[in-house]
């Protein structure tokens, strides 16, 4: 066997050990509860949201006449909603991707230290508790150009002092550090919770073969959390697209456009201009974008599942 390689043991190998569990039918009569609270809960709101699409609607009054397409034509002539497209999607995979890999590590240390999280461990999903809104306050008041505490900070060590909400590079970048601050913990849950799950027998085959720690790591632990990486991933990347409180707390879409996230411009456009058949056309528009970017994710996932059996 050449230097370095990894086998793993006959019987263990994933793709003839694990098999696919064949689970039971339901009859309808027993899906229909389910059924039923699905087209309550899911399928009236979207009917409702694509009225208001196709009709002339305010706060005051919705569905007043039909207008076809042309709130769908307003939305996708108006270069502020069809900016905020880009930049939802540039934020939304940055803070995911900067998320997944920093959870990973804190993951991989926190399981290498011990088989429980710990004193630690619960003190790092402090952030995740924490209610958005006050993360966005937090925030703010400690990048405060003026008595901020970082500021202060650098001022007591004779640095000069900085505004990054004050400049569009900067502000954006803000918003993804704080986003990236208080939903790592959630990755590193997760994460950590997948952990748990590798089988000793691999990893003590890998050991035989001659693996060290980053051998082992790179060859045998991360192809085997590869679907749960993926799955991770999506599901921070979906809360990426759906930020709302910190961009409404910390800069308000600005300075100039450079936060302003489709979330936020459908807000403005619904509860600022009372243009709701234009929101209700861009929340569409943003809805299709988010399913096709996340459909991409999916399908990437299925085909690490397959792979992996």
């Given at each position: ?6 086998t793993?043991?006959a ?8 098999r ?9 009569w ?178 035989l ?36 409180d ?25 509860l ?14 943003f ?23």
């Amino acid at each position: 066997m050449a230097e370095g390689a990894i086998t793993r043991p006959a019987g263990l190998t994933r793709r003839r050990a694990v098999r696919r569990a064949r689970l039971p039918r339901v009859s309808r009569w027993q899906a229909a509860p389910v059924t039923a609270a699905l087209l309550v809960f899911s399928g009236y709101p979207l009917v409702y949201l694509v009225g208001l699409a196709l009709t002339e609607s305010t706060l005051a009054r919705p569905l007043q006449s039909w207008v076809g397409s042309d709130n769908f034509r307003n939305a996708l002539d108006n270069e502020i909603f069809t900016g905020s497209l880009w930049r939802s999607t540039l934020f939304a995979v940055l803070a995911a991707a900067g998320q997944l890999v920093i959870g990973t590590g804190l993951a991989l240390a926190l399981a290498a230290r011990a088989r429980r999280l710990g004193l630690l461990g619960g003190l790092l999903l402090l952030p995740l508790v924490t209610p958005p809104v006050m993360v966005g306050v937090a925030w703010k008041l400690l990048l405060a150009p003026v008595g901020g505490a970082v500021n202060g900070t650098l001022a007591l060590v004779g640095l000069p002092a900085v505004n990054p909400l004050g400049d569009e590079r900067g502000a954006f970048w803000t918003l993804v550090v704080i986003d990236t601050w208080q939903w790592t913990p959630f990755v590193v849950l997760l994460v950590y919770a997948a952990l748990l799950g590798v089988p000793e027998e691999l990893r003590e085959a890998a050991v035989l073969d001659g693996a060290g720690h980053w051998r082992l790591l790179v060859s045998v632990v991360l192809p085997y959390l590869r679907p749960a990486l993926l799955a991770v991933f999506l599901l921070r990347l979906v809360g990426g697209f759906k930020v709302f409180d910190i961009v409404y707390v910390v800069t308000a879409g600005g300075p100039g456009a450079a936060t302003n996230t489709s979330t936020y411009e459908i807000q403005r456009t619904a509860l600022e201009s009372f243009q709701v058949g234009t929101a209700a056309a861009e929340t569409l528009v943003f809805s299709v974008m988010v399913g096709a970017v996340a459909t991409i994710v999916a399908l990437v996932r299925r085909r690490a599942v397959r792979a992996e059996r």
